[in-house]
């Protein structure tokens, strides 16, 4: 999953990306790409079960990008969700809430003006003879230039699974999964949850919303344990912003975990929630997804209560699955696939 730190011109993106990934001053890093390492107990224990040769978790691909501009909207598109930040610093007047509705109002405008251009393009399609998949994305999108046009983004939209599958390749800004982070200064770290709980009361949609001071957050992330829990201490810092974030994305995205392990390597993978394994063996392969059979299931939680996979077939516990089966979170999975 790739999520993009988003935010006008000094708010802390890159303090909180450091927060984030744990790179200091002296990384000499030329992109401002990072991988995040999901940790899972289960998977520590599925390896320490093997003890598998390689341990490999789920990972969070992040991006600290460029202040918002109309240039940079094209680039953040890609993006699966966004981590908007938000400056609350002291001597500042406004409320984070004013800077929030000014980045929603600059997505509504940006795909507005997307909308406007597809329907003229179909328009002028349909001129020509009538289909009926065009028609269908005409009726979409200006359901979507309706809402757009009462400054609703798009995120607030009721839509029909059909009617998603047809709007998806757009990659519509204002309906892009979106957390929010409250750069506080350090001053007013204690008041947090008010402030928390005062950016969410003025907001109509349903955004989770965390307020830390990226600074020190950022001092978090490069120290060794010990360091860190006296620090966190000192400042009366219940959890790290990375491990925060890690939850919330999880929350967010709709992401569940499922594994595959033997002696060889023990792996977490990343699945929406509602997928099929089918989907989940082109997650793995996509040699594994063009040549599936079966799927062989055991839940965690009975892996460990029977000590194994010898143990949950005693049981009755270990299945052959279908490609329609939907993943449940911490499912180990061995997919069977033709030569």
């Not at 099929?276 to 209560?305: G, L, M, P, Q, W």
Request: proline residues 3%; hydrophobic residues 40%; charged residues 30%.
């Amino acid at each position: 999953m790739h999520i993009a730190i988003i935010g006008k011109d000094k708010v802390g993106k890159t303090t909180i990306f450091k927060a984030l990934t744990g790179l200091g001053e002296e990384t000499k890093q030329a992109s401002h790409v990072s991988m995040i390492d999901v940790p899972d107990y289960r998977l520590e224990n599925l390896s320490n079960f093997f003890k598998a040769k390689k341990t490999v978790y789920a990972r969070i691909e992040v991006e600290d990008t460029p202040s918002l501009s109309p240039e940079i909207f094209q680039r953040i598109r890609q993006a699966d969700a966004f981590i908007l930040i938000l400056p609350y610093f002291e001597g500042m007047e406004k409320e984070p809430v004013h800077e929030y509705r000014s980045v929603i109002n600059e997505f509504i405008l940006s795909d507005m003006a997307q909308v406007e251009q597809r329907l003229e393009r179909i328009a002028k399609q349909g001129e020509k003879k009538e289909n009926p998949v065009l028609q269908y994305e005409n009726e979409m999108l200006k359901l979507c230039l309706s809402h757009l046009n009462e400054e609703k983004p798009l995120m607030t939209l009721a839509i029909s699974e059909d009617g998603k599958k047809i709007i998806r390749g757009f990659q519509f800004l204002s309906q892009k999964p979106m957390m929010v982070i409250i750069n506080c200064s350090e001053e007013k770290l204690s008041d947090a949850n008010n402030i928390e709980k005062a950016f969410k009361d003025k907001i109509e949609e349903d955004i989770p919303c965390i307020a830390v001071c990226g600074s020190l957050e950022a001092e978090i992330g490069i120290m060794n344990e010990n360091d860190r829990h006296d620090f966190m201490t000192e400042y009366s810092i219940k959890e790290a912003i990375r491990e925060r974030i890690i939850r919330l994305a999880s929350e967010t995205l709709g992401l569940i975990t499922f594994f595959t392990a033997g002696e060889k390597e023990c792996r977490a993978w990343h699945l929406r929630k509602g997928e099929s394994v089918h989907e989940a063996a082109r997650t793995i392969h996509t040699d594994f997804y063009n040549k599936f059979i079966r799927a062989e299931v055991v839940a965690y939680e009975d892996f460990i209560k029977y000590n194994g996979f010898a143990g949950c077939k005693r049981a009755g516990v270990w299945r052959l699955e279908g490609k329609t089966y939907i993943v449940q979170d911490g499912d180990i999975i061995t997919i069977r696939a033709g030569a």
